[in-house]
């Protein structure tokens, strides 16, 4: 008896691994009600006393190796059946994927948003004013008389005598300390008109940000502070800044401002000229005529400006060879950005 | 302004520091330096030869051999083909191994068989000008004999010995700072920049002729118009020889890009350049009545400037007249009819200043900018006319040019005051933010010739510093010359804290702007101007009240010559010019300003404006898709009642298929389908969809308030109508009167329009789903079958459409 069983073992394992098996034929042919090993463990009635159970104990154990195999078997046949079917689903991943409408900011919205942003985060408030602005406010309340020689280097488009194209967003500055005292933190950026021909590098309107601060006790230490912090943020932890004297009416001192070269860090390349900086913005402290022509008493109070083109910053940071490229609008140029 | 590096070493040393450390350095402190060129480094290798012999060449009827004293043990050989040359004459020449401007190397080489050891040179071939050399020929050798050069030595550089070396820096002055447009202010800068000497010399200024001859015998000055001539210095030359100016000064001219002319108008310019203050020379014998008067033109007055073009004057502008007739235009030019010629004897020499505005003015309206304007419209300091015209009269006798005769006539009706402020450290320093000491602030000021008192409490302002007027300036001053970059950084420790944050609006149109770009837009920047002729193109009528626009007085061109009152034919433009180059896939927006008009004399008003377009070959749901996006819009701004209304007026439109948007009574904008003749006139061969959208109007009808309303518990009942109806009847009505039917109506939502032969011309059917539900409960089969048949009854009595 113990051979049968030990046969019926080795059959059934033998069986139960054969790719092809049908798992629960075999189950029922060997463990059902009707299988080989019941059929084998009803003749057991017939052992002497000391062999049924030794023979009872092999019995179960070889019962209990065949449901495992079967249940192994199973489980792995069902992992192989579930791969098969995944492997049929295969896709090919190359192909491309549905399209989903993508759009893009302008890159002079890209550059002023992140300018807006830095000096959000600085505590400035964001100020605008009209384009088609007074004369009064575009130069005279900024220190830029009539016949002032001033005027000839922003050759400005005038609508009346008295009205004009805004040449720059300072008199949204001038508006602004008409109407709020001190503290002021700005920045007013928008557009603004020079009647320059359009060119690779020119265009009769381009876009500027000026910031304004006025309150008691700020310095030109203030000033550099806060333009070398921007110019970490908007070109790089390693950014330098460099002032170079200058003249701008509304201010004194002014400067000319100069980022180290955020290609080459300095060293010179193409995109500085090969000199290490690159000129970015103009600042100063307010003039105290134009504090005073706003009604802010220059003895009390001090303040810085500053401004800054944003085409040039958007032309330099995405390389951009040609300004015409920002006004003409080529799908395939907007889609870069 | 162009700097003569060995002008200026006339009275500051610089040697010991390197022309690029000079330029920066003098950039840093306040002179802005734009570059430099060293001017004679092309040249080499050509010295000065005496031809000793000159024999006919044996094989070349043209070509002749010379002999040439070089100032070596034996002659060298040249060949030439120059016919001006002779046994005797004084030559450059440009020996073996040199070079000349524009790349040429000298060879000794072999002409038609004889030896030639250099060549001989021309003035052009050493990149000089007849201007440059006067006496000199174009189409031949340089004969120094006549120039008056013969007594350089032989064998000599040519380059040193012509002066023809030079480094010129090229400076860019600001407005505030004329008294740098001369070779003294760039001199005192740089003095100071340096830590240098600056060796000012006085010239002569009292001069009284010999036989007691007296400009009061020559000539009388009135100044009629004081208020825009507010000096006006002269003096008399007698004797004048017109005649080449030297060398030294011609190359000093010449490296600070001015042309020598004579003797005397040379000693203008280089008085000009020198000192900063522009002069006139006038022959005496064309002042008619031996005067001089500084009045206005009269209107139509005719005038012939110096490079002979006639001018019309205006009564605005300031002339130097005699008796009868202007004789220059004040701070301008100089006329015609007084120019100094070669038979001129006798020269009146004009040192004046005249009003900034006034010349600027002048100069502009008469389209020429000259030397003279470009220093007077900056302001000049009167107290410099009188130590120019000494320093042209000694110029005079260095170069025996003529006579001075005795006296000055100086008319001066307002002597200037010299202007004095206070000096106060702590002031200055808190403003700046650093820490110098007063010691150093009034050293420095002295160093550049401000007047500090002993206590070091005021300062007086040098004359030609008169853009020096309060504390800020006296600031510069110092921080310029200690250093902008030696300032630290600070970050406004003292002041007030204030937020940084957009306004509701501005973050309004960055949601929006974020939003329409999450769509799909690409977002265009277009310019504010346009041509007018662009409302023909979107087929406004003649009288719109939107031709009616801000007008630029002086545009560039037609294209860009009026500021838009609908931003339309922009968006328009682009999608064309897109279209144009092929194309297609495109989704555009801009939010930009329009400028409408109000009164004369008064700022337009300047409402954004959203604008989207696309283009579609599809011509069924280009329309749906735009209406989709406007009212994606809408929904961003919390608008849930705006109404659509079909609108056939507006002529950019097809006049079927565009709709204005309305919240209560305040339009939102339009849309639709470009009128076929509009997308016609911008050459476009498919339907456009385009929008024209209030931004002011949304942002102020939109929900500035979320408030949460909860979400119902019962569960709701759909129910679906089907019904004919004449094509005429609009979906909005039908689902404007199933809202009202019933008050169980949630929500109506048109899912299916059908035409067919079946239902007869002119008939469509629409499919909707109703929504039923009770709010506190659910509805019951019969609550919804009554509200059913208050819909059915409703939509036949009110529309006469009946179910399907």
Redesign the interface.
């Known amino acids: 008896m113990r051979e049968t069983l030990e046969k019926i073992k080795a059959e059934a394992l033998e069986a139960l691994s054969a790719p092809s098996a049908n798992i629960e034929d075999l189950r029922i042919k060997y463990l059902g009600k009707k299988g080989e090993l019941t059929a084998v463990l009803r003749g057991m009635g017939k052992l002497s006393a000391e062999e049924r159970p030794v023979i009872g104990q092999l019995a179960n154990d070889i019962r209990a190796e065949i449901e495992a195999k079967i249940e192994a078997m199973t489980a792995e046949r069902h992992a192989r059946e579930i791969e098969e079917k995944l492997e049929a689903e295969r896709l090919d991943v190359t192909i491309p994927g549905y399209k989903i409408a993508q759009g893009h900011f302008h890159p002079l919205t890209l550059v002023q948003r992140q300018l807006e942003e830095i000096f959000l985060g600085m505590g400035y408030s964001i100020v605008e004013g009209p384009e088609v602005e007074l004369d009064y406010y575009n130069f005279q309340a900024l220190n830029i008389p009539k016949d002032h020689p001033a005027r000839d280097t922003q050759d400005t488009f005038y609508i009346t005598e008295n009205i004009l194209l805004r040449s720059q967003t300072s008199p949204v500055q001038a508006r602004t300390m008409e109407k709020q005292k001190p503290p002021i933190k700005v920045l007013s950026p928008g557009r603004v008109y020079r009647s320059d021909a359009v060119d690779a590098t020119h265009s009769p309107l381009f876009h500027q940000v000026e910031g304004l601060v006025v309150d008691k006790g700020i310095t030109m230490g203030d000033l550099k502070g806060t333009l070398e912090m921007f110019a970490k943020t908007m070109f790089g932890e390693e950014t330098k800044i460099r002032f170079r004297p200058h003249h701008f009416p509304f201010t004194e001192p002014s400067a000319e401002v100069d980022v180290s070269c955020f290609v080459c860090g300095g060293k010179g390349c193409r995109l500085c000229k090969g000199e290490g900086w690159i000129e970015i913005l103009g600042a100063g402290m307010v003039h105290p005529n134009v504090l005073r022509m706003c009604g802010i008493d220059p003895e009390v109070y001090s303040g810085f400006a500053f401004g800054m083109g944003v085409e040039r910053i958007a032309m330099l940071k995405y390389r951009i060879d040609d300004m015409r490229h920002l006004y003409e609008n080529d799908v395939r140029f907007l889609n870069q950005f | 302004m162009q700097l003569s590096m060995k002008w200026l070493a006339d009275y500051t040393d610089v040697s010991d520091i390197t022309i690029k450390e000079y330029c920066d350095r003098m ?4 002179s ?1 330096v734009e570059g430099f060129e060293e001017i004679g480094t092309d040249i080499s290798g050509v010295v000065c030869g005496k031809i000793l012999e000159i024999s006919r060449h044996p094989n070349a009827e043209r070509l002749v051999v010379c002999k040439v004293d070089v100032g070596i043990d034996a002659p060298i050989q040249v060949i030439t083909a120059a016919t001006n040359v002779f046994e005797g004459a004084v030559v450059p020449v440009a020996r073996d191994g040199a070079h000349l401007p524009g790349d040429v190397k000298i060879k000794k080489g072999k002409l038609r068989g004889e030896v030639s050891e250099g060549m001989f040179c021309s003035i052009a071939e050493l990149g000089l000008s007849l201007n440059d050399m006067p006496g000199a020929i174009e189409d031949g050798i340089l004969i120094l004999n006549h120039v008056g050069l013969d007594d350089i030595p032989l064998g000599a550089d040519m380059v040193e010995a012509l002066g023809l070396r030079d480094t010129v820096v090229e400076f860019e002055i ?4 004329p008294d740098c447009l001369s070779v003294l202010g760039l001199a005192r800068e740089s003095a100071v920049t340096f830590g240098k000497e600056l060796n000012l010399s006085t010239p002569k200024h009292d001069y009284a002729s010999a036989d007691g001859d007296d400009i009061s015998n020559y000539l009388n000055v009135k100044i009629t118009d004081t208020e825009h001539c507010y000096r006006y210095s002269s003096r008399v030359v007698k004797n004048v020889k017109i005649a080449p100016s030297p060398l030294w000064l011609r190359m000093k001219l010449r490296s600070s890009g001015v042309r020598p002319i004579n003797n005397i108008v040379d000693i203008t310019n280089y008085v000009m350049l020198e000192y900063g203050q522009p002069m006139h020379a006038f022959d005496y014998r064309c002042l008619d009545g031996a005067s001089i008067n500084v009045r206005k033109a009269e209107d139509g007055e005719k005038f012939v400037s110096l490079d002979s073009i006639p001018h019309d004057l205006d009564s605005t502008m300031l002339v130097i007249a005699d008796s009868k007739k202007a004789v220059a235009l004040a701070g301008v030019m100089g006329g015609e009819n007084s120019e100094i010629t070669d038979s001129t004897t006798t020269v009146v020499f004009e040192s004046a200043t005249f009003h ?3 010349v ?2 002048t100069a ?1 309206k008469l389209g020429m900018r000259t030397e003279s304007s470009a220093r007077f ?2 302001g000049l300091d009167c107290e410099n006319t009188m130590p120019a015209l000494d320093r042209a009269c000694e110029l005079i006798e260095l170069l025996g040019a003529g006579e001075v005769v005795g006296g000055t006539i100086d008319v001066y009706p307002t002597k200037k005051e010299k202007a004095t402020l206070p000096l106060n450290a702590d002031v200055i320093n ?5 820490n110098l000491t007063l010691e150093y602030m009034a050293e420095t000021l002295r160093k550049l010739d401000f007047e500090v008192s002993e206590d070091m409490t005021s300062v007086t302002v040098p004359f030609f510093r008169d853009d020096v007027r ?4 006296l ?2 001053e110092i ?2 010359m200690y250093g ?2 030696e ?17 509701e609006r ?1 973050s309004f149109d ?1 949601r929006l ?1 974020d939003m ?14 346009i041509s007018p002729s662009y409302y023909d193109k979107i087929r406004l009528a003649a009288d719109d009240s939107r031709r009616k626009c ?7 061109g037609e294209d ?1 010559s009026v ?1 838009r009152t609908t931003a339309l034919p922009s968006m328009l433009k ?1 999608l064309a ?2 279209y144009s ?1 092929k ?1 297609r ?4 927006f801009e939010n930009a ?1 329009v ?1 409408l008009p109000t009164t ?2 008064e ?2 008003e ?1 409402p954004a404006r959203l604008t989207l377009g696309f283009i579609s070959a599809d011509d069924k749901v280009g329309f749906y898709r735009m209406k989709g996006y406007v009212e994606a819009i809408l929904a961003i701004a919390g608008i849930s009642d705006a109404s659509f209304k079909s609108c056939k007026t507006e002529p950019t439109f097809h006049p079927g298929r565009c709709a204005e948007i309305y919240a209560g009574d305040v339009c939102l904008g339009v849309f639709g389908e470009a009128h076929p003749e509009t997308a016609d006139n911008y050459g476009i061969g498919c339907k456009v969809y385009i929008a024209e959208l209030a931004v002011d109007a949304i942002y102020a009808a939109r929900r500035a308030e979320i408030r949460y309303t909860a979400i119902p518990k019962h569960p709701a009942i759909e129910r679906d109508f089907s019904f004919v109806c004449d094509e005429t009847v609009e979906a909005g009505s039908v689902a404007a009167v199933i809202k009202a039917a019933n008050k169980l109506v949630a929500n109506v939502e048109l899912f299916d329009i059908y035409r067919g032969p079946q239902l007869g011309e002119g008939k469509k059917s629409m499919s909707y789903a109703v929504m039923l539900r009770g709010e506190d409960k659910t509805l019951t089969d019969t609550e919804a079958d009554e509200a059913a048949a208050a819909i059915l009854s409703a939509l036949e009595t009110e529309l006469g459409v009946k179910l399907r």
């Open positions: 950039t840093m402190s306040g802005k600001t407005s505030n700072r900034p505005g006034n600027r003015v502009k419209e900056k808190n403003f700046l933010g650093v309060c504390m800020n300036d600031a510069e921080i310029r902008y970059n300032i630290q950084s600070t970050l406004s420790n003292s002041a007030s804290p204030t937020v940084g944050a957009r306004t501005q960055v702007h329409l770009v999450g769509m799909g837009f690409n977002e265009i920047e277009t310019f504010s101007f801000v007008v630029i007085s002086n545009p560039l860009t500021m682009i010019d897109n180059v194309n896939d495109m989704l555009l300003k400028y004369a004399n700022l337009p300047e």
